[in-house]
């Protein structure tokens, strides 16, 4: 299916920039030039992920929104030689979570641009590589230890805060405030007579992010000096989800619940993998539909759209032929309304093919994989091992909100927060103990309430 617009970046014919956007914009680039880097995390992800998408400056018919700009900006910054930096480009090293999003980012541009082999067409996905490999360059640059692992944490709690309030006054008013400052209306999306808060992120976007974050949160909830932050953090997560009115928002929720209450089994997760790796091939052996039916059951809102997501999964399998080698730009010819693409498995299937979905999935191999090694390194230190837990447990939650969304820029901008996280891991654990190796008294209730002995 061909994109809509064939520009870079896509979008409005004309420059869309409203005047405090424009500001809050150039204060964010100033910030970027001009704090150290340890600290520069912070004004980029509130910048980028509080800006509507819509906000994009047009140049000789080249599209840039805010995002790009600040990507852009902050990749100037990564280029300028710093003898004082011992980090080096990828802090913590360059590994095998670092090797994957590379091959990942790089064949999906090429192979989209082989589909259509189009010059437009190129251009376009130009503007989606920049999203893509540029904005993870970024987040990977800028988080460089343990502390700026928090300072992003708290970031993105502070965007929570700020989208719950709003996105609960859209239940309230019924209007969507960061429409007024552009790239969309301030109106509101209603389905079956409920109110879908949508924020300035999307409600199913904003709420399948905010799911993954709130064990992020409880992490911090062992640090005195973060507690305010962290509970702010959950409560406006929780906003978030429960305003978006998705199933696939509460989905992320429960993964993040579950994963949390997994704690008391983190040695013994090899045996629940493999028992969840029976139980799923157990069940389509004896079920009359494929297992992956049972995506099409899942209705926790009473007007989700469970079996559109299982039929993108059915299709997918059963024209495995049409994909695999460099993808399919014809997937909306599979049935019916196939062209929403809320699968984010599937839309990597039909941009890059079976490499590009391998990779992807082997991001994620790799990202828990290098946290559970963490864990197992600072076994026994309780505090250490709970935020790596919480980490993995935020994985977790993006992994089961993947089935029901196809992540947009923005949001997807929070895949390279998570996976950033995991490639400093083992970098962070090596580093010295900030602290006794078990809780302090007062915060040994928190993995007490999921049966921490």
Known sequence: M???????????????????????????IALIFTLPRRKVITPFLLGSLMIPLGQ???????HFTVLRILIIAALIRRAIPNGSSSEGKFPGGFNGIDRMVILWAVWVEVMCSLQFMQTLVLIHNLGDFLDMFGG?????????????VRRAIKALAVVCIIQGACMLNEQIAHVNVFGYIGGFGPFI?????KIRSQGVLGCISAGAFAGALIPLFLGLLTERKSRIIAFAGVAGATIMVITSNSSTSLLALAASALGILMWPLRKKMRLVRWGISLMIVGLHLVMKAPVWALIGRIDLTGSSSGYHREQLVDNCIRHFGDWWLMGYKDYDQWGFCMFDMCNQFVVQAVLGGLVALVAYIAIFSRSFGRIGRSRKMVEGDRRREWFLWCEGSA????????????YPATTQLGLFIFWSFASMATFEVRQPAEAPADLPRDARWLPKLVGAS
């Open 56 to 62: 994009v400056v047009v140049l000789a018919g080249i």
């Open 136 to 148: 993870f360059l970024v987040v990977r640059y800028f988080i460089v230890d343990r502390e700026t």
């Open 189 to 193: 999306t209603v389905r079956d007579g």
């Open 2 to 28: 061909e994109p809509e617009k064939f520009r870079f970046g896509g979008g409005a014919a004309d420059t869309l920039l409203n005047p405090l956007v424009a500001v809050a914009m150039l204060i964010v």
């Open 395 to 406: 994985l977790f939650s993006v992994v089961v909100a993947h089935f029901g969304i196809n």
